[in-house]
């Protein structure tokens, strides 16, 4: 696993920047908009993109940016894939990984699809079975996007301070995703919870 890992950090730092940033952008985006989430190391070239900014390879604003867009696009994509395929095809072309999707998005509210997001097997289905079984968008886009906005940013910043251990990055980085999951869910959770406490208090205080 290193020695893949020592291998395409060579590759990255041989590429032009450019190219650099392509890669940074367009494998997290195969990696949910294919469902090709085990072959494409999506968060792999993220981090990457982070270590080759902090040696000056590429812009640390672009790594960041290029980061998200390629998750939002990739999930984007595996959203109207699922809608356009329909259950039945996308059941069957995911087998086992469809019960655990779909049992995540049978959760209520908006915290399951951010969460997805940080958890590496479960992003790289769900989309397409939110499409599939035709969860509204106002409920998936939200919650989505802000999950790919911190994951992309989070990831870049991740192998930026790590420099050039990789192995190092990575590891920290699968940490401190889910760790980063955690908190904003709890933070929004608690949101909710107060948003949900306060009619019942005014109406309490009117009686």
Request: charged content about 20%.
């Amino acid at each position: 696993m290193r020695h893949l890992i020592e291998q395409a950090l060579r590759l990255f730092s041989r590429i032009p920047g450019g190219w650099a940033l392509a890669l940074v952008f367009l494998l997290p985006a195969l990696e949910t908009g294919l469902v090709l989430g085990v072959i494409v190391p999506g968060e792999t070239a993220v981090v990457l993109g982070g270590v080759l900014a902090s040696t000056g390879r590429i812009p640390l604003w672009a790594a960041a940016a290029a980061g998200v867009a390629g998750a939002v696009a990739g999930d984007c994509a595996g959203y109207f894939l699922g809608r356009r395929y329909g259950e039945s095809a996308i059941r069957r072309k995911l087998g086992k990984k469809w019960d655990r999707a779909h049992s995540w998005l049978s959760k209520n509210g908006i915290l399951p699809i951010f969460l997805a997001r940080f958890v590496p097997f479960v992003r790289t289905v769900l989309p397409v079975t939110a499409g599939a079984i035709k969860v509204p968008r106002r409920r998936f886009f939200p919650p989505d996007v802000a999950a790919g906005i911190i994951w992309g940013v989070g990831s870049t910043l991740i192998g930026y301070f790590a420099g050039r251990d990789l192995g190092k990055a990575l590891a920290v980085g699968n940490r401190v995703s889910v760790a980063l999951g955690i908190v904003f869910a709890a933070a929004i959770g608690f949101w909710l919870w107060k948003r949900k406490g306060r009619p019942r208090r005014r109406a309490a205080a009117h009686r």
